[in-house]
Every structure is written in structure tokens, then in C-alpha cells.
């Protein structure tokens, strides 16, 4: 990042039915807030949040309480693939509540916090949490754009065979047969007979050294 470049903003989902958690969410986070790092929207259940994730596709992901009214935690993680696949979720539990952080993590869980909330390991989840997400989007871009270099390459190869002579004449002199079978998807080679007077036949093979696209 230059020094002309802001930093990339996230936008983190919060979910809590407890009224002071936002203020103090906001407090605690507000230096990264006013620099432009994280942006926090809240919903007060699960229900809201499926609301939020389906109205704004610009969230990151979601901080999650487990315990909520309408729809808790747990029923949410299960819920958030429908709606938004690429999201990763961590989970709010209570100190030693491993029963429900185990049911968390094997529902799709990414991470989850303990109660009382300790904000600097929450920031350390956070940012761990959106570092795996632009890894995963990187990962997904280059599958994508491999996915179409491919299928330029199928197209390459079927115009070089479709330039490529698979018919001769007979002759009962001798017989003509051709193939060229890339090292890789497209090659340089190329092969052609021609035909020239007095019954005699010109074979044209021109060899490109390298392979695949570059020959």
C-alpha cells in the first residue's frame, strides 16, 4: 500500500440482542472506525441478520452472540450459506461453553470469542477473519480466471487441428497419413501436402522451437 492508498474498508455484521453491546462496540473499535478500517452495522437476531446479509452483499461477515430471541446463533450459522456462501462467521459464546462452541464450529463456524469480550484478542479474530476472506476471494479469482485461460486454449487448439489437413489423396504409389499431437494444449508445428505436377507431392513441416503458446 502507498501512502496515497486508504486502507480497505471492512464491513463487519454485528449480532446481539444486548442493548449495550453496540455502544461499546463502537467505543472500543472507534480508532479503527474513524481511520477507515472497519464499518459495523447490527442486527438484534438471527432473523434481522439474514435481513441485513440479504439487502447489503458489501458485508464482510459477522460477529455472532449464540443466545438471541426469533433465531439464536447456532440456527443463523446454518442459515448464513443460503444467503451469503463466501461469508465467514465467528461466534460470541460464554467462558467454558465448549458444547455450544463445538456445535458452532461443525455448523461453519470460522472463530469464535469468550465472554467477557477481551477487545484486543477480538480485533486479533477479526483481522485473522478477513485476512482468510481476501485469501479465499484471491483464490476463487484465479480458479476463475483459469477456468477461462482454459477455455481460450480449448478454442486455440480446435482452430489449430481445424487449419491441419485430415484428408489425402490416394495414390497407388504410396500412402499419406498425418497427425501433430501438442506437447501442450497449442503448439507451433504445422504440416501440409501439396500437390504438384507430373504426380509428385510437395510435404510441407515447419518444427517451432518451444512449446505451448509462445511457439
Known amino acids: 500500500m502507498t501512502m496515497t492508498e486508504s486502507p480497505q474498508k471492512h464491513k463487519i455484521l454485528v449480532v446481539d440482542d444486548e442493548p449495550d453491546l453496540e455502544p461499546l462496540m463502537l467505543q472500543r473499535m472507534r480508532r479503527y472506525i474513524r481511520t477507515g478500517v472497519y464499518e459495523f452495522v447490527f442486527a438484534h437476531d438471527g432473523v434481522e441478520a439474514l435481513e441485513a446479509l440479504d439487502a447489503d452483499e458489501s458485508i464482510d461477515m459477522v460477529l455472532s452472540d449464540i443466545n438471541m430471541p426469533k433465531m439464536d446463533g447456532l440456527t ?5 450459506p443460503d444467503v451469503s456462501p463466501d461469508i465467514r462467521a465467528v461466534i460470541i459464546s460464554a467462558y467454558g461453553d465448549m ?26 479474530t477479526i483481522d485473522r477473519t478477513l485476512q482468510h476472506i ?6 476463487l479469482s484465479a480458479r476463475d480466471k483459469l477456468v477461462v485461460l482454459q477455455n481460450e486454449l ?3 487448439s480446435m482452430m489449430q487441428q481445424s487449419i491441419l489437413p485430415n484428408k489425402f489423396a490416394r495414390n497407388d504409389d504410396y500412402k499419406l497419413f498425418g497427425t501433430m ?28 522451437s518451444g512449446k505451448g503458446v509462445p511457439a
Do not use: C, H, S
Not at 76 to 80: C, G, M, P, S, V
Open 154 to 156: 480449448n478454442v486455440a
Open 76 to 80: 443463523l450459522l446454518e442459515r448464513i
Open 134 to 139: 481476501r485469501e479465499w476471494k484471491e483464490a
Open 181 to 208: 499431437q501438442p506437447a501442450r494444449n497449442v503448439g507451433g508445428d504445422f504440416f501440409d501436402v501439396i500437390g504438384l505436377a507430373g504426380g509428385k507431392v510437395g510435404l510441407a513441416i515447419a518444427d517451432v
Open 99 to 124: 458444547k455450544n462452541i463445538r456445535i458452532a464450529m461443525n455448523r461453519g463456524a470460522f472463530d469464535f470469542v469468550t465472554k467477557p469480550v477481551d477487545f484486543d484478542d477480538l480485533k486479533f
